[in-house]
């Protein structure tokens, strides 16, 4: 495929970042939505100087209307969707089940979960009508194991699960790959905050995972990356752990 348009949803910070700047390292046009236009700024200008096709589209994934239009424009641009990148997500909290908040966990459903299911419904019409595509959403660890202080994030992410297996079944016969990243603890700036709040402690985070060492969020761009391209064209449905080990205890 030459010069794919690849949508990248959360692509102002962290993995989101990562995989917009290498999917436009690998020559494709990336638009990245977020909500917030100035980090989308500057990633766009981190991609252009090094010789890459960006772009920044305001887009908060919790209001359909918004995503539609989104993707529309991209459309009306472009001529079509190649690639989506569903990297949208917050995990605000760490803390025990009943210590936790409702409103914070309703949060997280409207951008983990509702968000993933507009980006992904529309996304996955408009690769129907030009007759196929790839989407990767992002899971997590936390999305396939039991995972303590997290229980609202994990209830998202394994929702995310569920959503990608039963979307990749039901378009796989019309081209429409869809597949999912399950990445444990990454340097992202959400992580970072958490380290700093004092809510996370790193050495801990670390030692979690039999590497010894939180991932990089460039690691987890290269598995989306290669789950996007044509050299993962008979995988559809698939979670791919990225994650240091910490899934296979």
Known sequence: MSSPIAL?????????KATAKLLAAKGATVILSGRRAAEGAQVV????????KGQFVRCDVREEAGVRALIDGIVAEHGRLDW??????????TKLLAD???????????????????SLKHQVRQMLRQGGGAIVNISSVAGLKGSPLFAPYAATKFGVIGMTKTAALEYAAQKVRI???APG?????????????????????????????????????????WLLSDEASFVTGH??????????Q
């Open 185 to 225: 603890g990454v340097r992202t700036e959400l992580l970072e905050g958490l380290f700093a709040m004092g809510q996370f402690d790193e050495a801990a985070a670390a030692a979690m995972h039999p590497v010894k060492r939180i991932g990089e969020p460039q690691e987890i761009a290269n598995g989306i990356a």
């Open 45 to 52: 200008e981190e991609i252009r100087a090094a010789g890459g």
């Open 239 to 248: 979670v791919l752990s990225i994650d240091g080990g910490l899934a296979a």
């Open 100 to 118: 936790s908040e409702t409103e914070v966990f309703q949060n997280m459903i409207d951008i983990n979960l509702m968000g993933l299911y507009h």
């Open 179 to 181: 597949n999912a990243v």
């Open 84 to 93: 989506a990148a569903n990297c949208a997500a917050i995990s605000p909290e």
């Open 8 to 16: 990248v949803t959360g692509g102002t910070s962290g993995i989101g």
